[in-house]
């Protein structure tokens, strides 16, 4: 399968945990966002990366939300005292450039209990 | 801020009826504008783009119309089946602000 890939498909974490999920892109694309998604609402745009450099970061992204690309390729997003309000699916995405399509990973689906 | 408005927030039309959803984008920068089917549990896909250089596109029963002056653009679906009901979203760069969805429900 050489589409996005997200790891892992489902997360169910107590209060106050720390989380970490992985998203690998397709490999020839440079850039890749971060999204959440909650339920009936559209995709929420967390931040992004161009290679290896965060580009941008969401006023929603507070400073318990971190994400990383260390060598432009795979990323992950650790959230870290989680809270109630996080539950979301995450959603990961990669594209070849700016203005073309973004393709989409399956997400992870977050649970906070 | 940046923002994408999107009407209606539901659409229910009879199988074979065309479909009309439309965006609205504050961002007179934006550039590019997908269209993102959402079936229930799945990741969103892309089934139409469009880019600001081009004020109309067609793909079979999908079409996107853009209009930079006004900063709005639509997507048409013709001749609905029930396989098109799902949730669709539109987006405009920069960084994709998604609009709030649309439900669309083919009745057959």
């Known amino acids: 399968d050489t589409g996005v890939s997200q790891d892992p498909r489902h997360k169910i974490t107590k209060r106050g945990q720390n989380v970490t999920f992985r998203c690998d892109p397709i490999s020839e694309h440079n850039r890749l966002y971060w999204y959440r998604q909650t339920l009936g609402q559209g995709p929420e745009f967390l931040t992004y990366f161009q290679n290896e450099a965060q580009l941008e970061k969401s006023r929603l992204l507070s400073d318990r939300f971190s994400a990383e690309r260390p060598k432009g390729s795979f990323s992950t997003l650790e959230i870290q005292r989680t809270e109630q309000g996080d539950s979301a699916m995450y959603l990961c995405a990669s594209s070849f450039r700016e203005d073309y399509e973004q393709y989409f990973g399956p997400g992870t689906r977050l649970t906070v209990t | 801020g940046e923002n994408v408005e999107q009407h209606p927030s539901t659409l229910s039309v009879q199988e074979g009826d065309s479909a009309v959803i439309k965006c609205t984008y504050s961002?007179?920068?934006?550039?590019?504008f997908p269209w993102y089917k959402q079936e229930l549990g799945k990741r969103p896909q892309l089934i139409i783009d469009?880019?600001?250089?081009?004020g109309e596109k067609k793909d079979q029963r999908i079409a996107v119309t853009l209009n930079k002056t006004a900063k709005h653009f639509s997507l048409h679906i013709t001749e609905t089946q029930p396989e098109d009901s799902a949730v669709y979203f539109c987006?405009?760069?920069?960084?994709?602000?998604f609009g709030t969805g649309t439900r669309l429900q083919v009745f057959p």
């Open positions: 961002d007179s920068a934006s550039n590019y």
């Open positions: 987006a405009a760069l920069l960084k994709l602000i």
């Open positions: 469009i880019r600001s250089n081009v």
